[in-house]
Every structure is written in structure tokens, then in C-alpha cells.
């Protein structure tokens, strides 16, 4: 590596020679050149205007006389051409010698432009010329031609000697700094055979010497920092080793069942409650699906696999013994966007089942048997109040009180009923699409009068045909339930019964002005029997259970409820559907 470093900078440096060799050949060769040739057009054109008063094409031995002369004064090359091309002197050559010029490229230029300039080479001559034509006039009638020529011979060699004076120059100046450089780049190979050293002693652990780069510029710098980075990996290591005995002992004290699972399916890690759960003595190393045989645990894998977020469900497993288990997976991914396994908590929650399915059958069987002897009552009741009794006056208030218990009684196990039917999931859901317009409509007919009677006002804010999909009698439960509690717990003002419909939801609302819930109350709205204030729920006539059946007529639909209250202020009971 470190000779390879060495030849790449040389390689590097005869590179950058030979690129700077070419470049200099390329920009003398054409930017000098072309820029001294032009130099020299423009002097050759300023001659040609100031000789052009001098010109005579009476005669030819005149033409060729002015020539010679003019050559003399200007050191070009000077060719005097009549208008129809035939020259009548030249400095250099006899003119007869010479053919028709009226179609030499500088002249034909002339002839359109009144100036004309060309470099070719000469037929005469045989080398290589620069050549200016101007056309002259005299009294507004074409005269001829006065041409001026200068070889260019003597430009090559002058742009050749500088060029390999510049060549000399770039080499010395090279050569100097390559020999500096071979210096530099021994002192810094030395310090970087030290740095290749010291880091592969890091790369396998070894954090005792340090290293040493006494007056090395940067290098002294780097070494330092590169000091401070082990004495930090270190610590880090050192940080990491606890960290890792820590988590060890935390995953072994760890409660619920744990289990790592890779990509293929196999169980990578498992704590102490896990191999107790499953009743195995390792769990290490073996497919996650001879531990767990449950058809529903393995869909949720592959649904987390593809999602990537967690996910929870409630399995049974029969073996080694009838368990329910509650288990949350979460992805796991070591590096962005790559899965690395799934994280498989289990909760026992056996005794749980058991203990909501014993208060179930409770909740079912005395409502069950209380129906009976209420509905009894209540007969009873009202033949007493028939006129059955011969004292009317006391048995009259009694009776009543009968018959306003056993309705309570009844409302009672009504309650208990549909609640107990939809937890059970006996009520099924009998989803069909209706018009929630018309649903509130109804809804707000059957308790106009109970409102009327507190001089509540029920306001609607819905727009026909929202139509929706859903249970019509278990939705018109819900709002029956709904406003009723509304109607209850307000004095004053009004109640509404709308629907909102933004860009992410759309729920249904039933919103009052009346005395509102503590704040610390509304977590617990919807649990059986929670009654926020208990004498006067009584005093209406509350069982309890009203939004307790609300919540799981919801839930059982897949929708959600959310409740906003502020005490003295209002309720506002929102349930979003889509």
C-alpha cells in the first residue's frame, strides 16, 4: 500500500509534465502564432491605405518600378494587379511570368470587401505567405489592386525557439519541485507508516501506547487527535461491555416472554420467562413456528415483515396447556430500511380471560334472572293503579314509587342486556346504507318533547344524502344514548347534532352547553356504572351504562370515540366513522 501511495504521486507528477508540455506546445503553436499573425495583417493593411495614393496602372514598366520601390520602403512582398486580374508588377517576380490573380482568395475578398487577406503558400515562391489586397479607386471607377505579401517562415522559428524556452523552464521548475516533493513525501510516509502502525494496533483492541509525532505540522495534530479517539474507544468499548452485561440481566429479569426472531423465522434470543411460558429447556437456534403453533402468531409476523410496524394480537396455545397470550411484535432493524427480525413480547393473560369471561356470564345470567321479577312488578303496578286499592290516596303515591323503581330496574337490565349481547358478540352488526341525515332527523322527533320539557333546543348540522354504511338501529342507539345524556346533564341553551368532514376523517358530533366533566373524569367515561356525578344521574334516572354501551357499539363498528369537555362549558361527543 505504502509503495503503491509513493508511485501513484509520481505517476501523478509525470502527468501533470507531460499535460503542462502539451498545453504549452498547443497555446504557442496556436494562440501565439495566430495572435502575431494578426498583428501583423493589420500592419500590412495599414501599409497597403497609406501606399494606395501611390500606385500608377498606366504601364507596366512604371508598375514594376513602384513596386521595387515600395518593397524597399515596407520590406513586403508588393504586387500591383489591374482590375481585370493581370498583374502589372511585382517586387519579386517578372510579371509576365505570372498568371491572372483576379481569383487568388485575397483579392477576390478585396474585390467584395475593398480589403481581402490570405495565408497559403506561394506558387511562386514555394512558401508559406501572408497576404493583404486593397482595392483602389480614382474618381469612383476601379483602378486595380495593390498587394502586400511577408513570408512567415521567420514567426515558426521564433515561435519555436520560445516554445522550447518555455519547455526548458517548465522542466527545470519541475524537476526542482519533484525533488522537493520526494523529500515531502518521504518525511510524510514515515509519519504515516507511524499512523498505520498505531491504527491497526487500535483496529485489534490494543489501547496501551500512544503515538508520538514530535514537529510534524498537521501530522502532530492528527496524532493527538487520534490519542484522544483511543483513549475514548476505549471507554466506549468498556461502556458498552457494561451495557451488554446490563441488558443481559435486564432481559433475564424481565417478566413477560421475550423472544428475538431473524428474518428466516429463527429464534435468536429468548429470556428466563420465555423458556418458562413455553415450557422448553432452549429455545436458541430453533424455528419460531416448532414453539409456537398458532397459525394467527405466524400471519402477524409476515404482516409485520411487511408493514415494518409493530402490531398486537391475543393467540391461544393448547399445548403444553390452554394459555391466551397477548403479544406485541415490533420490527427490529439494525441499519435504515433493512429488517433485521421481529421482537416477540408475550403477555399471560390466561387468568385475565377467565376472569372477564366469569363477569360476562355474571352480567348475562342476572340480567336474565332480574327481567323476570321486574316485568312483574311493574305488571303488578299498574293494575294497583287501575284502582285495584281501596285506599287511592297512599297506595296511589306507593304504587307509583313501585312503578318508577321497576322501570329504573328495567331500564337496568336492558342495558345490561345489549351490553352484555355486543361484548359477547351476540348483536351482530347488520350493515347497511342509509342516510344519516334522515338517522338524526329521527333521532331529534323522538326527543323533542323530553328536551322540550327542560326548554332545550336541538339543532341539526348535517347536509342530506350523507350516506354511510353501518348498523341503523345500533347507530340510532348510539345517538339516542347521546342526546339523552345531553338532555340530562344541560339547563340551558342548545343541544347540536352535526357532522364534520375534513381532509383525513369524518365524524359525527353531539355538542351541549350544559354543565360539562372534570377533566380528571374523562378517561373513565364509558366504563359500566362510572357516574361522574352519582346522586344526580340517579335523580334523572341513569343507569350507568349508557356510554358504556355507546363505546362498544362503536368499537364493534371499527370506528372511534373521543369526548371534549371543560367543566361548567359543554360536552362535545365526537364519533369518527371514516
Request: net charge positive; hydrophobic share 40%; no cysteine.
Amino acid at each position: 500500500m505504502k509503495r503503491r501511495f509513493f508511485k501513484r504521486t509520481f505517476l501523478l507528477y509525470f502527468i501533470v509534465l507531460i499535460g503542462s508540455a502539451l498545453f504549452i506546445e498547443l497555446y504557442v503553436t496556436s494562440v501565439i502564432r495566430s495572435n502575431y499573425i494578426n498583428e501583423l495583417r493589420r500592419s500590412l493593411l495599414v501599409q497597403s491605405d497609406l501606399l494606395a495614393d501611390n500606385i500608377s496602372f498606366h504601364s507596366s514598366s512604371q508598375a514594376i518600378k513602384i513596386s521595387s520601390t515600395l518593397k524597399g520602403i515596407t520590406g513586403a512582398r508588393v504586387t500591383i494587379i489591374n482590375a481585370r486580374g493581370n498583374v502589372l508588377g511585382d517586387s519579386d517576380n517578372p510579371p509576365e511570368s505570372m498568371d491572372n490573380h483576379l481569383n487568388r482568395p485575397e483579392v477576390e475578398d478585396a474585390g467584395l470587401k475593398g480589403r481581402g487577406w490570405s495565408l497559403r503558400r506561394s506558387s511562386t515562391q514555394d512558401r508559406e505567405l501572408l497576404y493583404v489586397a486593397k482595392s483602389i479607386y480614382k474618381d469612383n471607377n476601379k483602378m486595380g489592386y495593390v498587394r502586400l505579401a511577408v513570408p512567415v517562415d521567420q514567426i515558426t522559428k521564433s515561435i519555436n525557439i520560445l516554445r522550447l524556452e518555455i519547455i526548458l523552464v517548465v522542466i527545470v521548475l519541475f524537476l526542482a519541485s519533484g525533488i522537493v516533493m520526494t523529500w515531502k513525501t518521504n518525511r510524510i510516509r514515515r509519519y504515516m507508516d507511524q499512523i498505520i502502525d498505531y491504527s491497526g494496533a487500535l483496529a485489534h483492541g490494543i489501547f496501551r501506547q500512544k503515538l508520538y509525532l514530535n514537529d510534524a505540522g498537521e501530522f502532530t495534530e492528527l496524532a493527538n487527535n487520534l490519542n484522544h479517539m483511543s483513549a475514548e474507544l476505549k471507554d466506549n468499548m468498556d461502556r458498552v461491555k457494561k451495557e451488554s452485561s446490563r441488558l443481559d440481566v435486564i432481559l433475564k429479569s424481565i417478566p413477560n416472554a421475550l423472544l428475538l426472531i431473524n428474518k428466516t423465522g429463527i429464534i435468536k434470543l429468548a429470556n428466563k420467562a420465555a423458556l418458562q411460558l413455553f415450557g422448553l429447556p432452549q429455545l436458541y437456534g430453533k424455528p419460531f413456528i416448532e414453539v409456537i403453533r398458532n397459525p394467527e402468531f405466524f400471519s402477524l409476523i409476515e404482516m409485520v415483515k411487511k408493514s415494518r410496524a409493530p402490531a398486537t394480537a391475543e393467540i391461544t396455545l393448547d399445548v403444553p396447556e390452554e394459555k391466551y397470550l397477548f403479544v406485541k411484535l415490533s420490527p427490529l432493524a439494525y441499519t435504515v430500511g433493512d429488517l433485521s427480525g421481529v421482537i416477540a413480547i408475550f403477555s399471560d393473560i390466561t387468568h385475565l380471560k377467565k376472569l372477564e369471561q366469569i363477569r360476562k356470564d355474571f352480567v348475562a345470567n342476572a340480567s336474565h334472572e332480574l327481567k323476570t321479577p321486574v316485568t312483574a312488578i311493574k305488571g303488578f303496578a299498574e293494575t294497583l293503579l287501575d284502582g285495584a286499592l281501596e285506599d287511592s290516596e297512599n297506595a296511589y303515591k306507593f304504587l307509583n314509587t313501585i312503578k318508577d323503581q321497576s322501570d329504573r330496574l328495567n331500564r337496568l337490565v336492558n342495558d345490561l342486556l345489549v351490553l352484555s349481547n355486543i361484548e359477547m358478540g351476540d348483536e351482530t352488526m347488520n350493515r347497511t346504507e342509509f342516510d344519516l341525515s334522515l338517522l338524526v332527523d329521527k333521532a331529534m322527533e323522538t326527543m323533542v318533547v323530553k328536551a322540550a320539557e327542560k326548554r332545550l333546543s336541538l339543532t341539526k348540522s348535517v347536509n342530506d344524502n350523507m350516506m354511510i354504511k353501518a348498523d341503523l338501529d345500533k347507530v340510532e342507539q348510539v345517538l339516542l344514548n347521546l342526546i339523552d345524556n345531553s338532555i340530562k346533564f344541560s339547563d340551558s341553551g342548545e343541544i347540536d347534532i352535526g357532522v364534520v368532514i375534513d381532509e383525513s376523517s369524518r365524524y359525527l358530533y353531539v355538542k351541549d352547553q350544559g354543565i360539562g366533566i372534570p377533566e380528571k373524569y374523562i378517561p373513565r367515561l364509558g366504563e359500566r356504572f362510572f357516574r361522574v356525578d352519582t346522586s344526580r344521574s340517579r335523580e334523572l334516572g341513569g343507569t350507568g351504562l349508557g356510554l358504556a354501551i355507546v363505546k362498544h357499539i362503536v368499537k364493534a363498528h371499527g370506528w372511534k370515540m373521543k369526548i371534549d369537555s371543560v367543566a361548567g362549558q359543554g360536552t362535545t361527543v365526537k364519533i369518527f366513522f371514516a
